[in-house]
């Protein structure tokens, strides 16, 4: 089944939005990200993406109180991101609520421990994020702050021999930028990885954008500023929710 899932970006505990990553461009869109939580909830959204920005940048988890109260106060499944390294910090993050764990910088940094997460914790409750920028296919790290000479494809290769399940896919030249989806990048993957179950993340434009991953063989889309800056409604997407 397909899943629309929307996404929460946190700096100093507020909601924002950014373009291509760049934290130059940070915007507060609310200072109550519960609220706008809730509000998908409404709608019969069952998962929600909350990106620990700051933890991004500092290599550590700081918004666990956002995550605390998300996963309190609504009953959606909360998958939390953002500088998540240790093995105390995947405990931590499960502690105050996540369903599940996004991975990044620590699957590049560490690779053997990211597998090994896999294996403790199960590969239902851990998923990797390859970001990557597609005029070179390496990997992006630390929030898009970092560029790794690490392929795309041999990252992907090493962990699904390993186990991996869930992949989250950005092309961070479309993040944030409303420019549609890297469809063939998606294709390639799923070509090369035909049993990853992979999220498209980055550039969605409207409800059309989720029909297509959806007919790719795509298993969720993160979305964002689409929604954040009205070009795709509450109602649209509750309409898309109920005919799946």
């Not at 914790?121 to 690490?150: C, M, Q, V």
Request: charged share 30%; aromatic share 12%; net charge neutral.
């Amino acid at each position: 089944m397909f899943e629309i899932i929307p996404s929460i970006w946190l700096i100093n505990g507020k909601c924002v939005r950014l373009k291509r990553g760049d934290f130059a461009t940070e915007e507060v869109i609310s200072s109550n990200p519960l609220e706008i939580a809730q509000a998908f909830e409404g709608i019969g959204i069952k998962r929600l993406h909350l990106v620990d920005l700051d933890g991004a940048r500092r290599g550590e988890p700081k918004n666990y109180h956002i995550l605390e109260a998300i996963s309190g106060y609504t009953d959606l499944k909360v998958d939390f991101t953002g500088g998540i390294s240790t093995d105390g910090d995947v405990i931590k993050c499960f502690e105050f609520g996540a369903k599940t764990v996004t991975i990044a910088s620590a699957a590049a940094n560490y690779p053997e421990r990211f597998a090994q997460f896999i294996l403790s914790y199960g590969r239902e409750k851990i998923n990797l994020a390859a970001d990557t920028n597609p005029s070179d296919h390496k990997i992006k790290i630390r929030g898009w702050l970092k560029k790794t000479e690490i392929d795309l494809f041999d990252h992907i290769e090493f962990f699904y021999d390993r186990g991996l399940k869930y992949l989250k896919c950005s092309d961070v030249t479309r993040d944030g930028v409303m420019e549609g989806p890297n469809f063939s990048l998606y294709k390639e993957i799923l070509e090369k990885f035909p049993n990853i179950h992979l999220a498209a993340s980055g550039g969605v434009r409207g409800i059309d954008d989720f029909k297509k991953l959806r007919d790719l063989g795509l298993h969720a889309a993160v979305f964002g500023r689409a929604y954040y800056e009205g070009k795709i409604s509450l109602s649209d997407l509750e309409k898309f929710v109920a005919n799946g």
